[in-house]
Every structure is written in C-alpha cells, then in structure tokens.
Nanobody, 129 residues
Framework: QVQLVESGGGLVQAGASLRLSCAASGRTVSNNVMGWFRQAPGKERDFVAAINWSGGTTFYADSVKGRFTISRDNEKNTVYLQMNSLKPEDTAVYYC??????????????????????WGQGTQVTVSS
C-alpha cells in the first residue's frame, strides 16, 4: 500500500506562487507515474500534470502549461508541483496520485483519474483576485 500526503496549499493573491508537495510512504513510488489533479466545487476532478518514473517526461493540461512545473525526488519519495502566476480559476483542492509505470506509454491514460491506484487527501489552493 502507498500513502500519499499533500501539503503546501493556501490562500494567495492572483499572480503569486505556491509549491505543493506530495510525500509518499509505505513503499517507494520511484517506479510509478505520479499525477496531480484538481477539483473545484461542483466540478469533476481534472488533470493538471503527470511525470514519469525518472522525471524525464512530463505532461500538462493546457490551462497550466507554462505556469506549473511538476518534478520528483525519488530519493525523498516526493513529488512537487510548482505553481506560478496563479489565477483565480486555479482555485481547487489539489490531489496527487500514483499510477502504474505504463500510464505514459499509451495515449493519454495519465490524464484520467481512473488510471491511478492511490490518492492523497488533497490540499486546498485558493487564489483571490
């Protein structure tokens, strides 16, 4: 079993930056694809970013491309989401997730919540205008 714990959320003004962390425990996630998703009230859980096992390949939703950066430190069993130039529409609960190594090999499975096996409890990000 893998436990994921997100941290780093908060209330910021538009244009500010935040860095989310997702710490894994239970076993290493160095062989997992890791993803970040977000869910605003009354909306579905949307893909934000994903990263392959080595960190050498990353994927982003169009809405965050150029502003957000996903990275990982396998020695620390931790994944990060650096969020710059935040906008009010980025307001949501942010979740990290761990999925199989193969998610990045076929199509866009990495962008589907159902593709992931383990989820954190989420961290709230609120961006005021």
């Amino acid at each position: 079993q893998v436990q994921l714990v997100e941290s780093g959320g908060g209330l910021v003004q538009a244009g500010a930056s935040l860095r989310l962390s997702c710490a894994a425990s239970g076993r290493t996630v160095s062989n997992n694809v890791m993803g970040w998703f977000r869910q605003a009230p009354g909306k579905e859980r949307d893909f934000v970013a994903a990263i392959n096992w080595s960190g050498g390949t990353t994927f982003y939703a169009d809405s965050v491309k150029g502003r957000f950066t996903i990275s990982r430190d396998n020695e620390k069993n931790t994944v990060y989401l650096q969020m710059n130039s935040l906008k009010p529409e980025d307001t949501a609960v942010y979740y990290c997730a761990a999925g199989p190594l193969t998610l990045v090999y076929y199509g866009r499975k990495y962008a589907l919540p159902m593709s992931y096996d383990y989820w954190g409890q989420g961290t709230q990000v609120t961006v005021s205008s």
